[in-house]
């Protein structure tokens, strides 16, 4: 019943909300350090309504809708080479490994010195941070791909652009929206963390002004907040999707 | 497993273009390339090219036809020899059925033929005509189904079609005419995971034969399938091939099965699989499950077993396995 899925998480919500609530009435702590629910929640409903978030908001989902779009189709690409060519695969992989090694977070200054701090150098922080999980996920589901399959296109004399087209990519769909859905959810972590780093506009720098030169930390919650509903909203889209293509299995 | 440079797929290949090279020379006026050494070699060395068309009068044109066809591997450094020197002509609109111990290299013989293996040695025609790879003349029916999960069994079916490059309203014209030759006019719709593993074994027959070929092969086609469905499959399937008039080769485990369905039944050894016995099997047609019972045909199957008995023990077991289930009084009521 819908009434057994809804129940249950508003419960757990309303029961988070008044733990909360309970913690800064009983520590009794300033608004400064830990504001209540309710005024997060004035401030999250005041800040969009007199437009401070907007500008940020719409900033920080054009980072990550173009980053993601560019590293995720990166990604595949790759993944799908390195799955095919098993000469790709060895002269390539311990560099992308390595790269991925090193933490996204000591990579964005670098980033911000050399391209700068403006959508495209943030876009480009984004597709970086997207891009590692969603090709290792493509290898995996390429790899995964059933040799009979692609046996049987072959006795058709399926040619190379038809068996990716027909069989090797809705066999490897699964495994690649799994990787989608890793990828999106870094590409909101991938947007803040390049803000952070230069920039003037984006829900990092909100963040930053929030905590610093405005000193307004019902707004810094605010901000935390838009930006854990933008993840959960990203993430319900690729879920979505995957839902759609799901194939129930020979 | 790629062919070797000295491999008949790797010459058929060179064979292929010395023939449009010929074909130039032929007609423009005549040119003392023609003549040139490399060229003079390899067409001597080339039957298909020197006759490319059998001699008028020897008989029909084989459906199939093997010479001297031999298939080797090489595995950690070791030539693994699976097929040695087999020769064989196939009439065509016959079914022949294969039968042989566990991984004598049965599949492997079909998979050359379908041209999905270059022999090493040896040479492949089908209709006359050298297999090159893949080819549209053969349509392969493999053991599992091989359906595409994602696709309904209309659109599995029609595969081949858009592989062809055939334009939509030919693709679901014919798959909605090949799904009612196989008895499933009404489940074009359905995914495979909505079939039984009959059903999808008949899709998959036909999706082999969307491309009209003359030769159809099939590995262990209904193995999957418990036994009285299986007869059921069999009669079925002589009903099909009555109305598509292909030449049949068939792999099977089951004597029985190879005798029911079968105008020749031929035994191989062993790894390295050679043909041991080539036993005709003289029973009427159209054949009905009762027929098994018939004195000849369990002198025939006899004959058989009494050929795979010089194999392993496995095929064996297997075969004597195999012959009683289908003498079931309740089965030979027609």
Redesign the interface.
């Known amino acids: 019943m819908i009434r057994d899925r809804v129940v249950p998480p508003l419960l757990a919500l309303a029961a988070f909300l008044a733990a909360w609530q309970l913690l800064v009435f009983a520590g009794n702590y300033p608004t400064f350090i830990l504001p209540g629910p309710l005024v997060v929640g004035q401030r999250f409903v005041a800040a969009w309504a007199d437009g401070t978030m907007e500008p940020h908001v719409a900033m920080t989902l054009a980072e990550i809708g173009i980053g993601f779009a560019g590293g995720a189709l990166a990604g595949m690409l790759a993944g799908y080479v390195l799955a095919r060519s098993s000469l790709a695969n060895r002269v390539a992989s311990p560099y992308l490994v390595a790269a991925q090694a090193v933490p996204i977070l000591a990579l964005a200054p670098l980033m911000a010195l050399w391209f700068g701090s403006g959508l495209l150098a943030h876009a480009l922080i984004v597709a970086l941070i997207v891009f590692f999980p969603v090709a290792i996920s493509t290898v995996v589901a390429v790899h995964g791909v059933d040799r009979r399959l692609l046996e049987m296109a072959r006795s058709y004399r399926v040619t190379r652009s038809q068996r990716l087209r027909l069989v090797e990519l809705p066999a490897a769909l699964p495994g690649i929206l799994g990787g989608l859905r890793i990828g999106v959810t870094l590409a909101v972590v991938g947007a803040i963390v390049a803000e952070w780093t230069g920039g003037d506009t984006g829900l990092g720098v909100l963040i930053n002004l929030a905590r610093g030169s405005l000193f307004d930390i019902p707004l810094l919650f605010a901000t935390l907040l838009t930006i854990a509903l933008i993840g959960v909203a990203l993430y319900s889209i690729v879920l979505l999707v995957e839902r759609h293509y799901a194939v129930p299995p020979a | 497993m790629e062919a070797g440079t000295d491999g008949p797929f790797g010459s058929l290949h060179v064979r292929r273009r010395l023939r449009c090279r010929l074909r130039v020379v032929h007609a423009g006026p005549s040119s003392p390339r023609a003549r040139s050494p490399r060229v003079m070699v390899t067409a001597e060395s080339d039957r298909a090219l020197r006759d490319p068309l059998p001699a008028i009068g020897v008989g029909p044109v084989p459906a199939i036809h093997l010479e001297g066809v031999r298939f080797a591997f090489r595995g950690s450094g070791r030539q693994t020899e699976v097929l040695a020197g087999l020769d064989l002509d196939v009439a065509p609109r016959s079914i022949v059925a294969l039968v042989g111990p566990n991984g004598c290299g049965k599949s492997t013989l079909l998979r050359v033929i379908?041209?999905?293996l270059p022999a090493s040695t040896g040479m492949v025609e089908v209709e006359g005509r050298p297999l090159i790879?893949?080819?549209?003349r053969v349509g392969?029916v493999?053991q599992?189904?091989?359906?595409?999960?994602?696709r309904s069994a209309s659109a599995n079916v029609a595969?081949?079609l858009?592989?062809?490059g055939r334009d939509r309203v030919t693709r679901e014209r014919r798959a909605a005419e090949l799904l009612g030759l196989v008895g499933l006019r009404e489940w074009g719709r359905a995914?495979?995971?909505e079939l039984s593993g009959g059903m999808?074994q008949r899709v998959a027959i036909a999706r082999a034969l969307a491309?009209e070929p003359a030769v159809l092969l099939l590995d262990e086609p209904f193995s999957a399938l418990d036994s009285l469905t299986r007869e059921r499959f069999n009669v079925e399937f002589l009903r099909l091939w009555e109305r598509i008039g292909a030449t049949i080769v068939v792999v099977t485990h089951s004597i029985a099965e190879a005798v029911f369905l079968a105008d020749r039944v031929l035994v191989l050894s062993p790894r390295p699989a050679r043909l041991v016995a080539d036993v005709a099997v003289d029973l009427p047609r159209p054949r009905r499950p009762g027929d098994l019972d018939a004195a000849g045909v369990t002198r025939t199957a006899a004959e058989i077993r009494a050929h795979l008995e010089g194999a392993t023990d496995d095929a064996f077991a297997v075969a004597t396995g195999d012959v009683p289930s289908h003498r079931q009084p309740s089965e030979a009521v027609e």
């Open positions: 379908a041209g999905l790879g893949p080819d549209s392969l493999f599992e189904p091989r359906l595409l999960p994602w595969f081949p858009e592989i062809a995914r495979p995971a999808r491309l």
